[in-house]
């Protein structure tokens, strides 16, 4: 059986991750699993390349996860894990993650080559609790925080929803107060 043949029925002659139907190729989900179609999946040039060096991600690349996330087939699912793990930082990757359901075995493998795992050195965002705040997520004002630069006064209580992270700096996120986007600092917020 040639397997290039197979993946390419199985998918329809096109990248089974972005739908691509120039440059195809056959990838092997690492580390190998039994071999065969339920360990590789046909990608476009465009997509081996990110894969492959992370340097080169273009997230917007990516928003096709969308639709091929829920592809039956789990060489597909584990890419499609560990692309929006590695782009969870931008905020949607980190709401598709949250609807993508992988059973335990297919998960295990998923994060067998350590993509998704925090880094020593990444910079964790804590709210006044210690909770985590990622990208997207949702914070209520614990103090009245006058804003620099202008009259305005965030009041305590005020949600800020889809804060965004400062990634050099564990302490800053941005989030919209009125209309206004503005720095906040995690030590006068609650997650909700």
């Given at each position: 059986m040639n397997i290039e043949r197979e993946l390419g029925k199985r998918s329809n002659h096109q990248c089974e991750l972005c739908a691509n139907t120039e440059k195809l190729s056959v990838f092997e989900v690492q580390p190998p699993r039994n071999g065969g179609l339920e360990a590789n999946l046909l990608v476009c040039e465009v997509c081996k390349e990110q894969i492959e060096n992370p340097d080169t991600t273009?997230?917007?690349?990516?928003?096709?996860?969308?639709?091929?996330?829920?592809?039956?087939?789990?060489?597909?699912k584990?890419?499609?894990?560990?692309?929006?793990?590695?782009?969870?930082?931008?905020?949607?990757?980190?709401?598709?993650?949250?609807?993508?359901y992988l059973e335990d075995e297919v998960l295990d493998w998923a994060k067998a080559?350590?993509?998704?795992?925090?880094?020593?050195?990444?910079?964790?965002?804590?709210?006044?609790n210690g909770a985590v705040i990622e990208a997207g997520d949702s914070v209520v004002l614990i103090k009245d925080l006058p804003v620099k630069g202008s009259s305005m006064v965030a009041k305590r209580g005020t949600a800020v929803r889809r804060v965004?992270?400062?990634?050099?700096?564990?302490?800053?996120i941005e989030g919209k107060v009125d209309g206004q986007q503005i720095v906040i600092l995690t030590k006068f917020v609650k997650k909700i």
């Open positions: 273009d997230s917007n690349h990516w928003r096709c996860l969308n639709d091929s996330m829920w592809s039956e087939h789990t060489p597909v584990v890419i499609a894990w560990r692309m929006l793990s590695r782009l969870r930082n931008e905020g949607w990757p980190q709401d598709l993650l949250d609807m993508l080559t350590g993509e998704g795992a925090p880094s020593e050195n990444q910079i964790i965002h804590r709210d006044s965004s992270l400062d990634h050099d700096n564990a302490e800053y």
